[in-house]
């Protein structure tokens, strides 16, 4: 079975510094999928980024990047330039390659102070 | 907006019953997800359908139920409602059967069970 471990319950940076979520996971897949869903207070789930386990080179989109260590199955969130509307709780997700199962991690509750 | 809709927003009702949520998914995806979001329990992946049929299952109890119909739309039933079923209920949809592909979360159902 797969799980997914993200060690820091809540997370606090202040706005336009950098901060960096953890995320592990445990499978004995070799295909599999991760994921960033991010959950502001009205409660939206919303893809933050997407990693394919295949692909060495890191995630990035805009202000956010990953740092996927996959032999150590890791699985890191940077959020650069931290934004006033980045203040949610994030989670970390693990997809098996065949869509079979989703797995989200328990959250880490960021909130960027002004 | 993730263009997902669900109905209702909020439900109130008693232990024993039954209730049926409704999702539509957005314009032209043929995959309908459906997760359940408890204190307890975290976030957790329930069912998949994907163009009608059912394609996965996750942590689905035998009291809940799920299809999706010809036009796409999906219902979640859920009867004998227990105290523990209270929880926001999300179903996100994507295009098509890949594992990798965006899905897009709908607002919720908000259940609450007395």
């Known amino acids: 079975a797969q799980t997914v471990t993200q060690s820091q319950p809540e997370m606090s940076v202040q706005e336009a510094e950098t901060v960096t979520l953890s995320c592990t996971y445990d499978t004995s897949e070799s295909n599999y999928y991760l994921f960033w869903y991010k959950q502001p207070p009205s409660r939206q789930m919303i893809l933050v980024i997407r990693q394919e386990a295949y692909k060495q080179q890191n995630a990035t989109e805009n202000r956010f990047s990953v740092n996927f260590q996959k032999a150590a199955k890791s699985f890191s969130l940077k959020i650069s330039d931290s934004q006033l509307g980045d203040t949610a709780m994030y989670f970390c997700a693990f997809m098996t390659g065949s869509g079979q199962n989703f797995v989200f991690g328990p959250g880490t509750r960021l909130s960027v102070l002004p | 907006d993730s263009g997902v809709t669900q109905t209702p927003k909020h439900l109130i009702t008693a232990t024993g019953q039954r209730v049926t949520l409704r999702c539509s998914p957005r314009?032209?995806?043929?995959?309908v997800y459906w997760y359940q979001q408890s204190l307890d329990q975290g976030l957790q992946f329930l069912i998949h359908y994907y163009n009608g049929e059912e394609r996965a299952k996750g942590n689905i109890l035998e009291r809940f139920s799920a299809q999706q119909f010809p036009d796409l739309h999906s219902e979640l039933n859920l009867s004998s409602l227990e105290l523990g079923d209270s929880a926001l209920y999300f179903c996100a949809s994507s295009g098509g059967l890949q594992a990798q592909e965006t899905q897009y979360f709908g607002p919720g159902t908000r259940l609450l069970v007395l």
């Open positions: 314009s032209g995806d043929l995959s």
